[in-house]
């Protein structure tokens, strides 16, 4: 390899430069030649002087940008750092020296490839949510006083999108964590690399955890809610009124419980069951009153209740 160090006589970064050539050719124990070119106004054209200091390998100017320029002339050449010297990661790229923010093959920096792993589990956990939208959507609307009306019909219609998007996205983010094959960097970066990549698996692993809570979260609202199951548990049912309504616009087991859950919570109602299966509820009141409550509080969660004309007990 032949390094050319090109420069006019008073200029002085040429030193600098020369000095920390040397430097890295050690370092990374390269079969180099440098040679340190003093440059008159006669030769600018023919040495492809583009300032002082002026640095090429084997010919060709460190700085890709400058490869094509014809401004030859005898003039300071100032780059783009700080000090207005070539920087290390320059000098490293043009003697062929991997480093940990290079890529020697593809021009592309390795990190995108972790960074679009970690896009894709991000994203395979928004899709989740997404898919689960229909059960936690509508309580979170009314929680700050927002009607839920036709919330929970919109997202179960794209639910099986969301899912498979979501399943999409754990699978891209699998394959670059553990298959894709980066390309080799410099022993320095083998360290950094090692925890870059525990990283991505791991967050990777969260997201798997996080994306099958949100797409079983209609079954686990089920599980872990007080719930519905267990017949009216303690209430007099002799001394109740069992008053059925039919009921339209639940999509899963979930909103059943949900919708339980706030009925439970009206004024005059002792005890309420709602079967998802027969689209139904089943209220327990010691007064005829509730039914209009009970409309009400079913429209505000998205869904719409309808007295049977004639009692049925359970």
């Known amino acids: 390899m032949r390094i050319r160090v090109l420069y006019f006589e008073g200029c002085p970064n040429h030193r600098p430069v020369v000095e920390s050539i040397s430097r890295l050719v050690q370092r990374h124990g390269l079969d180099a030649d440098i040679e340190v070119v003093e440059v008159s106004a006669d030769d600018v054209v023919r040495h492809r002087f583009l300032g002082s200091p002026t640095i090429q390998v084997d010919g060709v100017d460190i700085d890709p940008a400058a490869r094509e320029r014809a401004d030859f002339a005898m003039s300071c050449r100032v780059y783009g750092t700080p000090d207005g010297l070539p920087s290390e990661e320059m ?3 043009a003697l062929g020296v991997k480093t940990c923010g290079l890529v020697l093959t593809s021009g592309r920096r390795t990190d995108g490839i972790e960074r679009t792993g970690m896009l894709a589990a ?7 949510v997404l898919s689960s939208a229909c059960c936690w959507l509508p309580l979170l609307l009314l929680s700050f006083g927002a009607s839920a009306a036709g919330v929970s019909t ?8 969301f899912i498979a998007i979501a399943l999409v996205m754990l699978s891209i983010g699998f394959y670059l964590a553990y298959f894709r094959q980066t390309p080799a960097r410099g022993d320095c970066c083998t360290s950094r690399r090692k ?3 525990r990283l991505q698996r791991g967050i990777l692993w969260l997201s798997v955890a996080l ?7 209609p079954d ?5 809610t007080d719930g519905q199951r267990d017949g009216s548990a303690g209430v007099a049912q002799e001394s109740r009124q069992a008053i059925v309504f039919d009921v339209e616009g639940m999509t899963c087991e979930a909103c059943a419980t949900t919708l339980r859950n706030r009925l439970m919570a009206l004024e005059g109602v002792d005890d ?12 327990r009141a010691s007064k005829e009153d509730v039914g209009q409550r009970v409309t009400e509080a079913a429209a505000r969660l998205g869904y719409k209740a309808a007295r049977r004309a004639d009692k049925e007990s359970d």
């Open 91 to 93: 000098l490293l790229a």
């Open 122 to 128: 991000g994203g395979s956990v928004a899709s989740a």
């Open 154 to 161: 919109i997202f179960e219609r794209w639910r099986p999108a």
């Open 195 to 197: 925890g870059g990549r």
């Open 211 to 217: 994306v099958a809570v949100f797409i079983f979260f």
């Open 220 to 224: 686990l609202v089920v599980a872990f």
């Open 272 to 283: 309420a069951r709602v079967d998802y299966d027969e689209k139904r509820a089943i209220i």
